[in-house]
């Protein structure tokens, strides 16, 4: 019998791959071992991640670091804040920090003069009322990074890679950043849904957009064009203008797509809707896996719930095994 795990396995599991240092990889597979399912068919997974966890543990003690990212010490990655994650990836003059600059409230030097960024700077950007964290990037040049940065977009839930429509070498510029990612172990994919190999080994499938900036420059809609038809359809492209804000609302909405995540707002009895701050959950995520959000040692006692959108009728009781959707209103019940 398969042993078939959850959106929020799926998610720890994704951690796990991308950890670049044994205290993640510890913590990632904690919440593996804690959301595998119990029974004869998992005996197997659950002893492999017990020793995963254990040697783990052991290299934690140690002091060891993760055999990614060059043996460099990475100065370059950001905590994690919002829904996601969402690293640029680009050469110089690209506009990255155009963008980051366009859609957040981060101090970023936006200049014509390449290498105007010289550490990671993060900033909040939002697609509707979901937050979504940006992170501003060193310029590789001619597909050479600093130091330690790969680890960053190795971390990353979703990589932005910026190529510049007025770019002689615009080509190149789209080519040699994949180029260095795939040298080190990524693979990159323009889906939200990863496919990992049973050989930890092997190429780590990583979400990556691609923008194509300075759509608003003469000739850009032709160069996008004949990239397209150079490259092939198997990484998504899309233009936009920093400058001038044109699709950026588009980039917003496909990079939440890429994260595979759903909005879920809390009720409680008797009182309004909570929209402030919703939860974020994995698509395919239950009820259950929202309670946990809620209060850990609860979500185990779940009573019931009632449900507002989606598939339901508004105000439904549902089961915890209920697989929730984007902005459905969810109203747990405890004993």
């Known amino acids: 019998m398969a042993v078939n795990q959850s959106p929020m396995y799926r998610k720890a599991e994704e951690r796990y791959r991308s950890a670049s240092s044994p205290s993640e990889k510890v913590a990632a597979l904690e919440e593996m071992l804690r959301l595998v399912p119990k029974h004869k068919a998992s005996e197997k997974l659950q002893a492999a991640l017990k020793q995963k966890l254990k040697n783990a543990r052991d290299e934690m003690q140690k002091g060891g670091h993760a055999k990614h990212g060059g043996g460099h ?6 905590p994690k804040q919002g ?30 003069f390449p290498f105007s960024t010289h550490a990671a700077v993060p900033g909040m950007a939002h697609h509707e009322d979901v ?13 050479h990074a600093q130091p330690g940065m790969i680890a960053a977009y190795r971390a990353a839930d979703v990589i932005l890679h910026v190529i510049d429509l007025s770019a002689i070498e615009l080509i ?22 990863l496919e990992f190999d049973e050989d930890e080994d092997a190429a780590l499938p990583k979400r990556l957009l691609v923008v194509a900036n300075k759509s608003d ?6 160069n996008l064009e004949g990239l397209k038809e150079l490259v092939g359809p198997d990484l ?11 699709g950026l609302p588009e980039m917003m909405k496909a990079l939440y797509d890429l994260l595979s995540v759903i909005r879920i707002y809390a009720k409680k009895p008797g009182k309004p809707v909570d929209k402030e701050s919703p939860f974020i959950l994995p698509v395919g995520a239950t ?46 019940h405890f004993p």
């Open 73 to 78: 010490h990475d100065t370059y990655q950001v």
């Open 83 to 112: 829904a996601g994650q969402v690293v640029l990836l680009g050469e110089a003059n690209t506009g990255k920090s155009s963008i980051l600059a366009a859609l957040t409230s981060a101090k970023v030097e936006v200049a014509d």
């Open 131 to 143: 937050p979504i964290q940006l992170v501003d990037m060193p310029p590789l040049m001619a597909g």
């Open 172 to 193: 190149d510029q789209y080519e040699r950043p994949l180029a260095w990612l795939r040298e080190h172990n990524l693979r990159p994919v323009s889906q939200a849904d």
């Open 217 to 222: 420059t003469p000739g850009a809609a032709d």
């Open 236 to 246: 998504t492209i899309l233009p936009i203008s920093a400058k001038r804000g044109d």
């Open 287 to 332: 009820v259950h896996d929202m309670a946990h959000l809620v209060h850990r040692d609860l979500a185990e006692k779940l009573k019931s719930a009632r449900i507002w959108g989606g598939t339901v009728h508004d105000g439904q009781q549902v089961h915890a095994t209920h697989v929730l959707t984007d902005k459905n209103v969810v109203e747990l």
